[in-house]
């Protein structure tokens, strides 16, 4: 299981200052924040947008154009669930649509107890061994009702 | 201790279906006989239905054994070690018709080497090309990639050697190399297994470019969704440069954050260079005015990856595989709803048929083939009446398609064509970086006009909305992302179009 930072304004600018000195760096420092805290909150973009020298609005339009990045902080485990044309012919709507049905989730949301976070993803390259997914940064292939729950498990139990 | 090597794929596909847990029962299964395994992770042979592929030495070549899970560790130690049958052996793993049959150029190593060991790449042929290059110099070795009839296998299809004479003839220092390994498109994964089994290859590729065109840095843009691929990239530039391979030439990875327009070159740019990933209009093109301002050549993965094969053995080598205006080999890409799901290298020229239907022997549900989509999430739905379509930019052109990236995606006849022809517009609609208005809003007009087709609310002119929103698509967008997203549109509703019938159900959506 990820374990992320408390947000903090120290914290961030450390991150971001590691991060600056290179060409391009917008995409790098906001990965980085990500990575350390789980989510981009509104309140790194002015830390970030000094360090680039950038407004803050161009910096919120970075941060929105991404999907990848968070507006808000993760549950303790994220599945990533993969909504691209492989998977779809390989039966992944209805994997999605069983997993939703039984966490009571939307996409992107998370379960009330903050344990789970449900993301779209469009391919993960695991075309061959579809449905796949992404839990916990691990990979997962040829993915069906009972495969998907008891990976599930795994990771919540591990968590508990 | 007695000692035993066997080889196991480290492919992100691999480990998706279980290859870590089998490396640890191994070392278990070795412990309990009192012997040291060498477990050499390698990258994948592309035989994605057979992984996790288990290997071994023998006299006859690597046997293999897949696919196999935890429990068959100690089974399948003892039929190496001890003889005997087991119910997953394969035997000698190059007589497999799937990876016998191809022409194995760009995934020669894969499969076979580590791929992080600079003395395994050298012992299989790697760095010839860039030796031979250097020997030429850059004029003659931009020649030869130009006389090779290499075409960019990100999906264009444009000759790879003309784009490099333009970026070393325009004049800006510092010159740029750019590899797109954003590999966005459903169905495909070539790059992601290159890049993981046979990373000193694309560095070679780049290398070379590098010295051709005069560029001084390279980046390489991996998609965020890859970071098995983004490990095995930065693992692969650190000990290149430690071994003098990258000398006058800067690499480094760049990771994408979830935006399919980025695999876009001009997108890709604008992401680079740290912006939101907007589609610049064309001209100037890249080659001429880049990343920065400056002369940048983006080419795909594939396409620089090919390129030390070619240095190594020469254009006319390579020229002698393929068809018409498609030169050489392309690593396709067997996906969705198959039986033989993987990565098959050949010439250009076989049909879809041959590939869908004999190397992919049809569909994983045991159902018949009803739809195949090839080039990804642009790219065309044929039905089986067109599978005789070969492999070739040209010919998919004239059936209204592409082979793009080269993926396939099999489809059996539980497929709804309708739902995939909104899906592909709901995709556009999601990944549209917004800048023209085509593919921001016709996308969605796309979607609401299927859905009001679906419901029943006056079909015949629905229909006719549908195919001048695709035109206006078609003709009106900046980028092939509105530009090709009728593919799929029209091809479904063409050729599949009993699908395209209202249904119950569709009425409440629609409104
Ligand atoms: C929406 C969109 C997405 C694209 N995605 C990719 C991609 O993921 N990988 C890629 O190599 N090319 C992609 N392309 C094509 C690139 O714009 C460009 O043609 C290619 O990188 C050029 O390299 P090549 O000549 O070696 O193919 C995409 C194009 C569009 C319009």
Redesign the interface.
Known sequence: MPEYERWSEAGASAVIAKHSG???????I??ALQEVFGHIPEAAEPLVAAA?NLSRAEVH??VT?????RRHPPGRHVLRL?R???????GGEALAEGVRRRLGLEWNATTADGGLTLEP??????????P?A?LD?Q????LDGPALDAALDEAMEGAA | MRRLRLYLPAD??A???GAQRVAAALADAAAVRGMALDLVRTGTRGM??L?PLLEADSAQGRIGFGPICAADAASVLAAILDGGTHGKALGPVEQIPFLREQTRLVLARCGITDPLSPGDYAKHGGWKGLVRAKSLGPAATLEEIVASGLRGRGGAGFPTGIKWRTAAAAPGEPKYLVCNAD???????A??VIIEGDPFMLIEGMAIAAFAVGASQGYVYI???????VAAMRAAIRIAAREGALEGFAL?V???????VCGEETAMLD???????MVRAKPPLPAVRGL?GKPTVINNAISLASVPWIMAEGAGAYQGFGLGRSRGTMPV??????RH???YECAFGVTLGELVERVGGGT?SGRAVRAA?VG??LGAYFPPALFDTPFDYEAFAARDGLIGHG?I????DT?DMAR?AR?AME?CA??S?GKCTPCRIGSIRGTEVIDRLLAGDRPALQRELLADLCHTMKFGSLCALGGFTPYPVLSALTHFAEDFTPRAGARAAAE
Not at chain 2, 409 to 412: I, L, R, T, Y
Request: net charge negative.
């Open positions: 290179v060409a391009g760096a917008a995409l790098p906001l990965h680039l339009g970075i154009f991404y999907h990848d990045f993969c691209a044309e492989a998977c779809q012919a390989a993803v469009f391919c993960l390259g695991l075309c061959a061994c579809s796949a992404m940064g990979v997962l292939g040829r | 992100a596909a480990i998706a279906v994605v239905w992984e590999e966005g498109d459903s169905g495909t994964f790059d992601r998609r965020s969704e890859y970071p098995h691929a480094e760049r990771v994408g954050a979830g935006a399919y992401s680079l260079e740290g912006k939101r990933g920065w890409q067997l996906a969705g709803n198959i799901g993987g990565l994983a989509q990804g999430p993926g995606v099999v489809f059996d497929v995939q899906f995709f999601r990944e970086c």
